[in-house]
């Protein structure tokens, strides 16, 4: 099986001026070769037939995704429309400043097929594609965000995939998502 860095997990991931929230000590085309080089510790499936999750013992420095909200820190939490590439339109997106999270103890490395990723409009030649990673604390899933779902409702024309929203997945991601946020 084969694994390729998409561009766009490319540029989300390893970007230009490198971020404090996204994968350290590694570059780009390391962490391709690490994904291609060591099996995963356990392969789970996605919200999708296309989609499966590759979990990996975190081998970097990166802190986890996301923080719980607290009294202690809800001061700190900031929000502003962004899209995440300039195809798509700006959603509202929230986020913490001033927070510093735990190292990850995983990395959940989130996979197209190249199936998937042919319809989309980004070919590839490996078997899979990176599409993004979770920095987490377990190895599990974190709930994909509700904007994510509505946007892969609203297919590939406005940068999701065309899956439909799973009602009772998006109530979980709501559920996670009020009680916690990214950081910066």
Same mark, same amino acid.
């Given at each position: 099986?084969?694994?390729?860095?998409?561009?766009?997990?490319? #540029?989300?991931?390893?970007?230009?001026?490198?971020?404090?929230?996204?994968?350290?000590?590694?570059?780009?085309?390391?962490?391709?070769?690490?994904?291609?080089?060591?099996?995963?510790?356990?392969?789970?499936?996605? %919200?999708?037939?296309?989609?499966?999750?590759?979990?990996? /013992?975190?081998?970097?420095?990166?802190?986890?995704?996301?923080?719980?909200? #607290? $009294?202690?820190?809800?001061?700190?939490?900031?929000?502003?429309?962004?899209?995440?590439?300039?195809?798509?339109?700006?959603?509202?997106?929230?986020?913490?400043?001033?927070? $510093?999270?735990?190292?990850?103890?995983?990395?959940?490395?989130?996979?197209?097929? /190249?199936?998937?990723?042919?319809?989309?409009?980004?070919?590839?030649?490996?078997?899979?594609?990176?599409?993004?990673?979770?920095?987490?604390?377990?190895?599990?899933?974190?709930?994909?965000?509700?904007?994510?779902?509505?946007?892969?409702?609203?297919?590939? $024309?406005?940068?999701?995939?065309?899956?439909?929203?799973?009602?009772?997945? %998006?109530?979980?991601?709501?559920?996670?998502?009020?009680?916690?946020?990214?950081?910066?």
């Amino acid at each position: 099986m084969s694994i390729y860095l998409t561009p766009f997990a490319r #540029t989300r991931l390893f970007p230009r001026t490198p971020r404090a929230n996204t994968i350290q000590d590694c570059s780009a085309e390391e962490f391709e070769q690490y994904l291609n080089a060591h099996a995963a510790d356990k392969v789970l499936d996605g %919200y999708a037939p296309f989609c499966k999750l590759h979990v990996y /013992r975190n081998w970097t420095s990166t802190r986890c995704l996301t923080v719980p909200v #607290t $009294e202690q820190n809800r001061h700190l939490l900031r929000s502003g429309y962004e899209a995440r590439s300039r195809e798509e339109l700006p959603v509202l997106v929230r986020w913490f400043e001033g927070v $510093e999270p735990a190292v990850a103890e995983y990395l959940v490395v989130i996979l197209y097929s /190249r199936e998937q990723l042919q319809k989309e409009g980004s070919p590839i030649e490996a078997d899979w594609g990176v599409v993004g990673c979770l920095y987490t604390a377990t190895a599990e899933e974190i709930p994909m965000a509700p904007i994510t779902m509505m946007r892969n409702a609203l297919g590939v $024309e406005e940068g999701g995939s065309g899956v439909p929203i799973d009602r009772a997945a %998006y109530a979980r991601a709501v559920e996670f998502w009020g009680a916690n946020a990214n950081w910066r």
